[in-house]
């Protein structure tokens, strides 16, 4: 399914949502999302590719599709570096990073979790 990809700013507006999540910019132009101080996303500044953490057991399925391959100095992480976005949907993508984020916070200590509130997060409801 070929899609957009995703901009920075779509980025940006997804993990604001998230409790807990900074943003800063490292190694001189990599945008870097983290939560409790752990990495869970990094996008240029200028956009295009996308790296973030999946899944153990998704890492081998994930970079056997064409436009994803294991995140130089993080793959062994289980980090994958999306570097052709525009071969996938912008909600495909937002997906596997909310699953980053996700992975990342359950690893962080229960009490610094407990500080972050509930995740997921309560789905709103129509009133």
Known sequence: M???G?????LEA???RWPG???DVKWGADLVFSVGGKMFAVMPVDGGRVAFKVADERFLELTDQPGMIPSPYLARAHWISVVEPQRF???ELAALVEASYGLVRAKL???MQGALGPWPLPV???K
């Open 124 to 126: 709103e409801r129509n």
């Open 89 to 91: 949907a912008t909600t």
């Open 2 to 4: 070929a899609g957009k």
């Open 109 to 111: 200590t229960k009490k």
């Open 21 to 23: 999540v900074s943003q």
């Open 6 to 10: 995703m901009t920075t700013r779509q």
């Open 14 to 16: 997804l993990c604001g």
